[in-house]
């Protein structure tokens, strides 16, 4: 079954960055891409950006140009989110999220992970 | 335009139908997708391209579109439906996704 696993809650001060990963099984990976998608609390869901896994093309969301990246690795079928710069409202859970492989939710944003919480505070 | 307008609430009582909706200029051009999200748990697919169901899901969710508008429909709902219902599409470029604010289904 297709299965995305992430990565476990973080707490970091501002200013720092944060990564949070993804593992994906059950499909075949490079032919899909991820959506990586944060949720404030309380608050609803915020497309941060999308990457393929069949070439590595990105696209960011204009909000968060220059301050996320967005990788995977083919070899251990995950994906990563780096968010640096980081402020108090960037405390959120993250999800990563398996979409198309070509371009950003051509069919479907389909299977997401289970979320990571970032905190972040002084 | 790049934004998806929801109803920030909604209910119906158990058994009936309920029509929830999103507005936007890009739902002319795109697809809508449809995601439920119950408390504390991560968004699942319920509808995507109009009106195709994941495996899995209810035949009681369905969705249409006409211009601007996109619906999701539970026709009979139960109390397991009680969640949060978020929309999304592209917007007009075509390079970004953007979803709706959400709308909170009560099933009284």
């Known amino acids: 079954q297709i299965q995305l696993v992430q990565s476990g809650a973080e707490v970091k001060k501002p200013g720092a960055s944060v990564r949070v990963s993804c593992k994906a099984s059950g499909y075949t990976f490079n032919t899909y891409g991820f959506s990586w998608v944060r949720q404030a609390p309380g608050q609803g869901l915020e497309w941060m950006g999308w990457i393929s896994a069949y070439n590595g093309n990105t696209i960011y969301a204009q909000k968060f140009q220059g301050r996320v990246t967005l990788t995977t690795d083919t070899s251990t079928t995950t994906g990563d989110m780096q968010l640096r710069r980081l402020r108090s409202d960037d405390t959120a859970i993250y999800y990563c999220?398996?979409?198309?492989?070509?371009?950003?939710?051509?069919?479907?944003?389909?299977?997401w992970g289970q979320g990571t919480l970032v905190t972040v505070s002084s | 335009s790049s934004e998806l307008t929801q109803d920030p609430a909604v209910s119906v009582a158990l058994g009936q139908t309920v029509r929830i909706t999103c507005q936007g200029d890009?739902?002319?051009?795109?697809?809508a997708g449809w995601y439920q999200q119950r408390p504390g748990q991560a968004p699942v697919l319920v509808i995507y391209?109009?009106?195709n169901r994941p495996s899995g899901i209810p035949d009681r969710f369905s969705g249409s579109s006409s211009g601007n508008t996109a619906s999701l429909t539970i026709t009979g709902a139960q109390a397991e439906d009680e969640a949060d219902y978020y929309c999304?599409?592209?917007?007009?470029?075509?390079?970004?996704?953007?979803f709706g604010g959400g709308t909170k289904l009560t099933v009284l």
């Open positions: 391209a109009k009106n």
């Open positions: 999220a398996r979409d198309s492989g070509a371009r950003p939710a051509v069919n479907a944003i389909d299977f």
């Open positions: 890009s739902l002319r051009y795109y697809y």
């Open positions: 999304n599409s592209r917007d007009r470029s075509g390079n970004y996704v953007i």
